[in-house]
T-cell receptor, first 112, second 116 residues
């Protein structure tokens, strides 16, 4: 089955950039997503990228996709304390109506 | 964006009892909804796909007789944990895809189940 891996923890200082990485195994992945989960809450979609794109930028967020290496990253510029949360990458191979396979999650800690 | 609600947000029950969790799409119709389970400090694992007007599709290893899913209308899916045991304690999250053409699933806020 599909496998999506992330590093478990990342600590950055406020104002620095954060880079969260994700690797996946399903070569038929069509959509790749980044979700944010705050403690005890559901998931908030941050951004997504189609598999035929290399990069997508949305305000402070930049997503890079290396399809050859099956590697996805999320860069958060000017990281703020409010960005502290768990970040999940996820993939699906048929778009919004299909099930998502989630990564293991990366806990981002932003320090002052 | 579209809103998905869940009820209750948290529940504590005794071992052996059944618990029903509701997932509602508030401002859109969803013929499909997904139920996920998240154990502490772990990722979300898909349990089943709920289909309006037909049987749910369960993922491998998920007992359909233990986790009953009913998708009675285009805005409501329910998950009933039957004869709950402490190992069923988890965070249950539902999601619903928006209408065709949108690349987004909307997630409910989750239901935390604690079985004593």
């Amino acid at each position: 089955g599909e496998d999506v891996e992330q590093s478990l923890f990342l600590s950055v200082r406020e104002g620095d950039s954060s880079v969260i990485n994700c690797t996946y195994t399903d070569s038929s992945s069509t959509y790749l997503y980044w979700y944010k989960q705050e403690p005890g809450a559901g998931l908030q979609l941050l951004t997504y990228i189609f598999s035929n794109m290399d990069m997508k930028q949305d305000q402070r967020l930049t997503v890079l996709l290396n399809k050859k290496d099956k590697h996805l990253s999320l860069r958060i510029a000017d990281t703020q304390t409010g960005d502290s949360a768990i970040y999940f990458c996820a993939e699906s191979n048929t778009g919004t109506a299909s099930k998502l396979t989630f990564g293991t999650g990366t806990r981002l800690q932003v320090t002052l | 964006g579209a809103v998905v609600s869940q009820h209750p947000s948290w529940v504590i029950c005794k071992s052996g009892t059944s618990v029903k969790i509701e997932c509602r799409s508030l401002d859109f119709q969803a013929t499909t909804m997904f139920w996920y389970r998240q154990f502490p400090k772990q990722s979300l694992m898909l349990m089943a796909t709920s289909n309006e007007g037909s049987k749910a599709t369960y993922e491998q290893g998920v007992e359909k007789d233990k986790f009953l899913i009913n998708h009675a209308s285009l805005t409501l899916s329910t998950l009933t944990v039957t004869s709950a045991h402490p190992e069923d304690s988890s965070f249950y999250i539902c999601s619903a895809p928006a209408s065709v053409g949108y690349n987004e699933q909307f997630f409910g806020p989750g239901t935390r189940l604690t079985v004593l």
